[in-house]
């Protein structure tokens, strides 16, 4: 005798099927009504702690939530700082290819260097770097070429500008230069400092170190036999700038500094730009590469919004008298 089958289960097991397949399609490749976001994870090694690199990581972050691209909805960034040894900075870079980050930001040229050694098929930004060409990071500013391009913070007519201020103005001849050897971005700025003070008249007298334990006792070293002081962006001495205030203030020796952050914690004077300005710079060309741009095809940028500035307050503790035609050449810093 044969058994027979009722049809209601069969009926009901088909329209679930149907079901199942409707539910399928709703979140498949075609009709995708989800608004889920694709996620990103950015590694970010930052070379030193100190106020510039943090403006340039904070500009960073705002360029790319700017252009939709925000911490906590769409990105999450590994952050990780090198805290001024160049040890350091390889392996955190390594650890950002093996967790397969989709992009790498870099600040300052050692961060960048390593970044590079690294991968050459994640994409990589940088800031903060003095001679993107020099340090073999691109083969050109304006055709950066492989996966990385950026930003610099060598502005060709800064330098220039915050040495004429020095010797025209202030009537400097000997100029002290503290810088960290080690570091290729500080070569070039001191090269291109000696250049600059030779054809005005003036030449350098050069201290280096190579830690910040270092600096006071190379800046003391100056006393005596300099008219000025001149500090370039170099990350090891300005981690320690308030060891070189403190002698230019109590030996009354006017110092002055490669970028505007510095300047406000104690420098005479300044011609540069905001280090947050070109991390947000460099944010947008993040947001550019996340969206489908290669980073070859996107040329290195310069700063932009050069301009001088004075600091009243340091002025006066170095015995510096402000003249008022400075008014005209500069912005006179009052403090915050």
């Given at each position: 005798?044969?058994?027979?089958?009722?049809?209601?289960?069969?009926?009901?097991?088909?329209?679930?099927?149907?079901?199942?397949?409707?539910?399928?399609?709703?979140?498949?490749?075609?009709?995708?009504?989800?608004?889920?976001?694709?996620?990103?994870t950015i590694g970010m090694t930052q070379f030193?702690?100190?106020?510039?690199?943090?403006?340039?990581?904070?500009?960073?972050?705002?360029?790319?939530?700017?252009?939709?691209?925000?911490?906590?909805?769409?990105?999450?960034?590994?952050?990780?700082?090198?805290?001024?040894?160049?040890?350091?900075?390889?392996?955190?870079?390594?650890?950002?290819?093996?967790?397969?980050?989709?992009?790498?930001?870099?600040?300052?040229?050692?961060?960048?260097?390593?970044?590079?050694?690294?991968?050459?098929?994640?994409?990589?930004?940088?800031?903060?770097?003095?001679?993107?060409?020099?340090?073999?990071?691109?083969?050109?500013?304006?055709?950066?070429?492989?996966?990385?391009?950026?930003?610099?913070?060598?502005?060709?007519?800064?330098?220039?500008k915050t040495i004429d201020f020095i010797t025209?103005?202030?009537?400097?001849?000997?100029?002290?230069?503290?810088?960290?050897?080690?570091?290729?971005?500080?070569?070039?700025?001191?090269?291109?400092?000696?250049?600059?003070?030779?054809?005005?008249?003036?030449?350098?007298?050069?201290?280096?170190?190579?830690?910040?334990?270092?600096?006071?006792?190379?800046?003391?070293?100056?006393?005596?036999?300099?008219?000025?002081?001149?500090?370039?962006?170099?990350?090891?001495?300005?981690?320690?700038?308030?060891s070189v205030i403190s002698v230019a203030n109590?030996?009354?020796?006017?110092?002055?500094?490669?970028?505007?952050?510095?300047?406000?914690?104690?420098?005479?004077?300044?011609?540069?730009?905001?280090?947050?300005?070109?991390?947000?710079?460099?944010?947008?060309?993040?947001?550019?590469?996340?969206?489908?741009?290669?980073?070859?095809?996107?040329?290195?940028?310069?700063?932009?919004?050069?301009?001088?500035?004075?600091?009243?307050?340091?002025?006066?503790?170095?015995?510096?008298?402000?003249?008022?035609?400075?008014?005209?050449?500069?912005?006179?810093?009052?403090?915050?």
């Amino acid at each position: 005798m044969k058994k027979r089958i009722s049809a209601v289960p069969l009926i009901l097991a088909g329209l679930l099927a149907l079901a199942g397949c409707s539910s399928d399609a709703s979140n498949g490749d075609n009709g995708n009504k989800t608004d889920e976001k694709k996620q990103y994870t950015i590694g970010m090694t930052q070379f030193a702690p100190h106020a510039s690199l943090d403006a340039a990581t904070e500009g960073f972050k705002k360029g790319l939530a700017d252009n939709g691209f925000k911490e906590g909805e769409n990105v999450t960034f590994d952050f990780q700082n090198a805290s001024g040894d160049q040890n350091n900075t390889q392996p955190i870079a390594n650890n950002f290819v093996g967790d397969k980050v989709d992009l790498i930001f870099t600040n300052a040229t050692p961060s960048a260097v390593s970044a590079l050694n690294a991968t050459k098929e994640i994409p990589i930004v940088f800031t903060s770097v003095t001679d993107p060409v020099g340090a073999g990071l691109v083969e050109a500013l304006d055709k950066p070429g492989s996966n990385i391009t950026g930003t610099t913070d060598n502005h060709p007519d800064a330098t220039g500008k915050t040495i004429d201020f020095i010797t025209k103005e202030i009537g400097a001849k000997e100029i002290g230069v503290v810088y960290n050897s080690g570091e290729q971005n500080s070569v070039v700025q001191v090269e291109q400092v000696e250049e600059l003070a030779k054809k005005n008249g003036a030449k350098l007298v050069k201290t280096s170190i190579s830690t910040t334990a270092e600096v006071k006792q190379a800046t003391e070293s100056l006393v005596g036999r300099v008219d000025a002081i001149y500090i370039p962006t170099d990350n090891t001495v300005v981690s320690a700038l308030e060891s070189v205030i403190s002698v230019a203030n109590s030996k009354k020796i006017p110092l002055f500094v490669g970028e505007l952050d510095s300047m406000k914690k104690g420098a005479v004077a300044a011609s540069g730009f905001s280090y947050e300005d070109i991390g947000y710079q460099t944010g947008v060309m993040a947001a550019a590469i996340l969206k489908g741009e290669k980073p070859s095809d996107i040329p290195v940028e310069l700063p932009k919004d050069l301009k001088l500035m004075i600091n009243k307050k340091a002025a006066e503790a170095q015995g510096v008298n402000i003249k008022p035609e400075w008014e005209k050449i500069g912005e006179i810093y009052e403090g915050e």
